[in-house]
């Protein structure tokens, strides 16, 4: 294109200067001078276009680096800059030379055709099955099941392991809830009338999408597949009442590059009675704030993400937690991690207590090579009622090991077994029923791994012992960074949180997870390196440092701090020998829905160079 830009210059500026021609009469001149400026005209339009082309062409390319976040918007505003200032550009060059590049128009039209088709693109729902039983289902369904339902079918149904009776509400009920409720067209309007100020509006939208939801009726089909589904577990546990567990299974979700933990809604100890509130009330989990902000910075569109909801039959867990099957912050480190605490895995993957952990060996007898028994104050059970309460482990529980030695070998004898089906390192809640002892896997999905950095020899840490605010805490998330405290305590604080600051919480709550992307760096009092927020921070490359006794007191509001989570460590100031020592940028957007039809549309693009 840039060729032909030169070849249309120099013909312009050779216009009209044969010496050799006879005098035209002054009408041909005065036409020629008009012809002349026309095109003259045009061919400054033509530069314009072609420089504000080139720009969008920087802006895309940029875009694929994939280290920062970008909407759906900015893909149809980079197509549409390019799609007008080419149009322009083909009409100034017929202008310019009549006749010379009418292919251009039949070009053009056929590449837009191809941008438009992968605008528009969306994945369709072939399983038209409104509910599927556990037993029916294995990972290859991820696309009609969502990823935590598929993957826990192959536990149950290819590995043969303990899992709850359940059943998931699939797809094509997401669909005809929606549709059948006119949810989406609103759904999108209000995402357009916020527009380019969503974070700003994302509270009110939320909770406007979110309401929208609730309020719905739950279509026929959908509510006579699940009663039937349901008394199918009724009679497969002993035509007792069951308690349920509902939870989020979203497309997406459980992802190897995307986890999406903590993100969605998940209701414990359900009655029947109430199960279709619930129901609905983990539909809307979709449109929650962290939700909706996990989504934009990950790449993915609302129409991307179909809504499936997990049931199984609850299990009342004596103890649980998460199995990390290698260590995610050194991928040499090919140990087994067990996080344990005394009641439901939920006060584990929530960050709201500090854990036992127990370190187990590879070895053939699966030795316990570490042991960290911590203070387990309180725990999670299930209400007599219904749900869940936050109850005080009894005094002479709460130090106790919350495993015994042979539960922790078989729980790493069962995490080998999973990784080894999914040949990859997996990331595993389980549960030990406090009925019969039996170990009940409750979700697997693919472990992020990391490699461990560590401070040079010739870094003597002694030097910045002055600045020293904190020492010890857990590693939930590698790095080093620096910037100004700010103290979360409540909801209305995430408003306020500005860009590049320090996170300091009391528990390390899925709830905070919208800020990790806009972070330095996060500390908190409470949590471990399994729960929802350490793995959203390892996912945005943000170090964290949870388990830090008294973090809200030791700091104040303002305060100037690097955070070396590696090291365990908060030192007042900017340490820059420490900041010398940076995890690479991770790329958020590589490999995401947005990003995909970004790299598929640039290659329609940039070639106009």
């Not at 294109?1 to 050779?14: E, G, P, T, W």
């Not at 809504?307 to 991928?331: F, H, K, Q, S």
Request: glycine share 6%; hydrophobic share 45%.
């Amino acid at each position: 294109m840039l060729k032909r830009l030169a070849d249309l210059s120099r013909k312009l500026l050779s216009f009209g200067r044969e010496p050799d021609l006879p005098a035209l009469p002054s009408e041909e001149v005065e036409a020629l001078q008009l012809t002349f400026k026309s095109r003259y005209h045009s061919f400054k339009l033509l530069l314009a276009a072609n420089t504000r082309i080139l720009e969008v062409m920087a802006d895309i390319e940029r875009a694929l680096r994939g280290n920062e976040p970008f909407s759906m918007s900015f893909v149809q505003t980079a197509c549409a800059s390019t799609s007008v200032n080419v149009f322009r550009m083909i009409k100034d060059m017929e202008n310019i030379a009549p006749g010379r590049y009418d292919a251009l128009r039949e070009r053009f039209t056929a590449i837009q055709r191809e941008i438009d088709a992968l605008l528009a693109q969306k994945k369709e729902i072939t399983e038209k099955r409104l509910v599927i039983p556990l037993a029916a289902l294995t990972s290859d369904m991820v696309d009609s099941a969502g990823g935590k339902m598929a993957n826990l079918g192959d536990v149950k149904n290819r590995l043969h392991m303990n899992v709850p009776p359940g059943f998931v509400i699939t797809a094509a009920a997401h669909e005809m809830f929606m549709n059948e409720n006119g949810l989406q067209k609103e759904i999108d309007r209000l995402f357009q009338v916020a527009g380019s100020d969503m974070d700003r509006n994302l509270d009110l939208v939320s909770s406007q999408i979110r309401q929208l939801i609730i309020s719905a009726e739950v279509p026929e089909p959908i509510y006579l597949a699940v009663v039937s589904a349901y008394q199918e577990i009724r009679q497969e546990c002993g035509g007792e009442d069951v308690r349920m567990a509902v939870r989020s299974s979203a497309y997406g979700e459980d992802a190897e590059n995307s986890s999406f933990a903590g993100q969605y809604r998940s209701e414990l100890n359900v009655s029947f009675s109430q199960f279709f509130y619930y129901y609905k009330q983990v539909m809307a989990s979709k449109y929650s704030v962290q939700a909706i902000a996990y989504k934009l910075n990950r790449g993915f569109r609302d129409e991307d993400i179909a809504m499936c909801v997990g049931c199984l039959a609850m299990v009342e867990a004596i103890a649980g937690g998460v199995i990390y099957t290698r260590n995610p912050l050194d991928r040499r480190d090919d140990n087994i991690f067990i996080n344990a605490t005394w009641g439901l895995p939920k006060a584990v993957v929530d960050g709201d207590v500090l854990c036992d952990l127990f370190v187990v060996s590879r070895d053939d007898d699966l030795t316990i090579v570490a042991r960290e028994v911590r203070e387990k104050d309180f725990q999670i059970i299930c209400y007599e009622g219904e749900g869940c309460i936050r109850t005080e482990t009894d005094a002479g529980t709460s130090t106790q090991p919350s495993l015994t030695d042979g539960q922790i070998r078989d729980l790493a004898d069962l995490a080998i077994r999973i990784e080894q089906y999914y040949e990859t390192p997996q990331d595993i809640e389980w549960a030990v029923s406090a009925e019969d002892g039996r170990i009940y896997i409750l979700q697997s999905r693919p472990l992020q791994q990391m490699d461990l950095m560590v401070p040079g020899e010739e870094l003597d840490l002694r030097r910045f012992e002055s600045s020293l605010v904190s020492e010890g805490g857990i590693n939930a998330s590698p790095g080093v960074a620096s910037g100004y405290i700010f103290k979360v305590a409540k909801k209305v604080d995430i408003l306020q949180f500005p860009e590049g600051a320090v996170l300091v919480v009391e528990q390390a709550l899925p709830t905070w997870a919208p800020l990790v992307a806009r972070a330095a760096a996060v500390i908190s009092e409470q949590g471990g390196f399994a729960g929802h927020l350490a793995n959203v921070a390892r996912e945005f490359g943000i170090p964290a440092l949870f388990g830090v006794a008294g973090a809200m007191a030791k700091v104040q509001n303002g305060d100037l701090v690097t955070v070396a989570a590696d090291l365990g460590r908060v030192y007042l100031g900017s340490i820059a020998p420490l900041l010398e020592w940076k995890r690479p940028e991770t790329r958020l957007m590589a490999g995401s829905p947005v990003y995909q039809i970004l790299h598929e549309v640039s290659r329609h693009i940039i070639p106009l160079n």
